[in-house]
């Protein structure tokens, strides 16, 4: 057996040998006829494989054309003109984002090969011992998209594509309807469903109807700083269900509609709230749980039917399982350009699909042009896709800065049909409209000072 395997073994390698340097007269005089010779029309890449290419450089993109702070990362190659974008964004701490890719980033991925990007994600993921956090997941999550776009390109084909193709013809979004009044809201969701919206975001007063708070004691005691923000949690808890009672009257059931409550109450008022909406049938309500009060799912899901978002705040994959698993909300709510890209976003797109979990991937303003592609290449492509957040849509400076923006049109999203994510970057106009820290400051207090968590 033994020798038999050995001469096995041995024909084997002198074929590959024979393929390997591409002899045609090897097959020839082997086997007696010409079994490669229909396969030398194809072309080259398609017999041989892509040649590999390497890292050339890695470097951060700062811009804020809308006065909001994004960050792409951009890979070039050893392949002349060849490069990925990725989106890196995390508004906040812009700046520290930039300093770990331009300082860490960049070293550690120079040279090595641009196609492996489980193994770069992996490799990156761990290099600095401690993890999975803001910054270097979103340092992370721009290098992911890039090496996606850059393989995208190699392809010649959009993402989507090497995700597995279309599963739906464009991406159902939502848009943000905002105002101080219930009536307010109202017109502006009138107006977006004019614009063929069908699902819309109503918010009165931003997150936590924080201009409904007056005149807070800790400002008057001259506690904390004159920049923090006030939320009177019982005017915002009595507001929302007076803000869906004004839309529904106004807009009827042909919207769908809701509502982000951005974790800022206490659990307990929180069930109770969503148990006040429950008439309304929203869509969603989002966000109802701080990262630190997740041991209330249980009771939560337990007293109402009305769906769920969540996960903006998680970092992980791994913080998905159980939730998951549980059945605990109904909407994957995650930053895919914080969670690490789009290897992760697939695999808790995946995950959702095992238990009937769909997408909501968390799309506003401070997501760049690039990392809303990358939204949308997954979108097309798995299965339990639920809706796509799109706050903010292009306007004329974002296509300016980034060409090739996707579009939106009755309420979808549509990418271009380019190879990759199909997003560029003008960096030359992008330098014209630099960072600030002016999105540093997201401290919420009560009316006797204590901080309010997210
Ligand atoms: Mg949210």
């Known amino acids: 057996m033994r020798n038999r395997k050995a001469t096995d073994d041995l024909s084997r390698r002198d074929i590959l040998k024979m393929v390997g340097v591409g002899s045609t007269a090897g097959f020839l005089g082997l086997l007696g006829q010409p079994l490669v010779a229909k396969a030398d029309s194809r072309p080259a890449n398609l017999l041989n494989g892509l040649a590999p290419i390497k890292i050339k450089s890695v470097k951060a993109i700062a811009t804020a054309p809308n006065g909001v702070n994004l960050v792409v990362v951009k890979v070039e190659t050893t392949e002349p003109g060849l490069y990925g974008l990725g989106c890196a964004t995390f508004t906040q701490r812009a700046e520290t984002v930039v300093t770990a890719i331009n300082s860490y980033m960049s070293d550690f991925c120079v040279g090595r090969d641009a196609d492996n990007i489980e193994d770069m994600w992996q490799a990156f993921y761990t290099s600095s011992y401690w993890r999975n956090g803001p910054v270097l997941n979103n340092a992370l999550s721009g290098l992911d998209e890039a090496l996606w776009d850059i393989k995208g390109k190699r392809a010649n084909m959009p993402v989507y594509q090497l995700l597995g193709g279309k599963a739906r013809f464009a991406i159902p979004c939502y848009a943000h309807a905002d105002g101080q009044t219930p009536e307010a809201v109202a017109d502006n969701v009138q107006r977006l469903m004019s614009q063929g919206f069908k699902h819309v975001r109503i918010q009165q007063g931003l997150y936590g109807a924080l201009s409904l708070a007056q005149n807070p004691d800790f400002k008057d005691a001259g506690f904390a700083s004159a920049k923090d923000s006030f939320m009177d949690q019982r005017a915002y808890l009595k507001s929302v269900p007076q803000l869906f009672a004004t839309v529904r009257k106004r807009c009827s059931e042909e919207v769908e509609l809701m509502h982000d409550i951005h974790e800022r109450v206490q659990p307990i008022d929180v069930i109770n709230l969503i148990k006040q909406v429950e008439q309304y049938h929203p869509f969603f309500m989002e966000d109802p749980l701080t990262p630190e009060n997740m041991n209330w799912f249980k009771q939560l899901r337990e007293s109402t039917t009305v769906p769920i978002a969540m996960g903006e705040l998680f970092n992980n994959v791994?913080?998905?399982?159980?939730?998951?698993?549980?059945?605990?909300?109904?909407?994957i709510r995650c930053h895919v350009s914080q969670i690490g890209g789009i290897t992760p976003a697939m695999k808790v797109a995946r995950l959702g699909e095992w238990f009937n979990v769909k997408t909501a991937w968390h799309g506003p303003p401070d997501v760049s042009p690039v990392g809303h592609a990358a939204h949308a290449h997954v979108d097309y492509a798995i299965w339990n896709f639920g809706i796509?957040?799109?706050?903010g849509g292009f306007n004329e400076k974002l296509r300016e800065v980034f060409p090739g923006c996707p579009t939106i049109k009755n309420g979808y999203m549509y990418v271009n049909e380019a190879p990759g994510l199909g997003v560029d970057i003008d960096e030359k106009i992008a330098a014209k409209y630099p960072i600030s820290n002016r999105a540093g400051?997201?401290?919420?207090?009560?009316?006797?000072?204590?901080?309010?968590r997210p």
């Open 318 to 331: 791994n913080e998905f399982i159980e939730p998951m698993a549980n059945h605990y909300f109904d909407y």
């Open 388 to 391: 796509q957040e799109a706050g």
């Open 441 to 452: 400051n997201w401290t919420v207090r009560k009316r006797d000072g204590t901080i309010i």
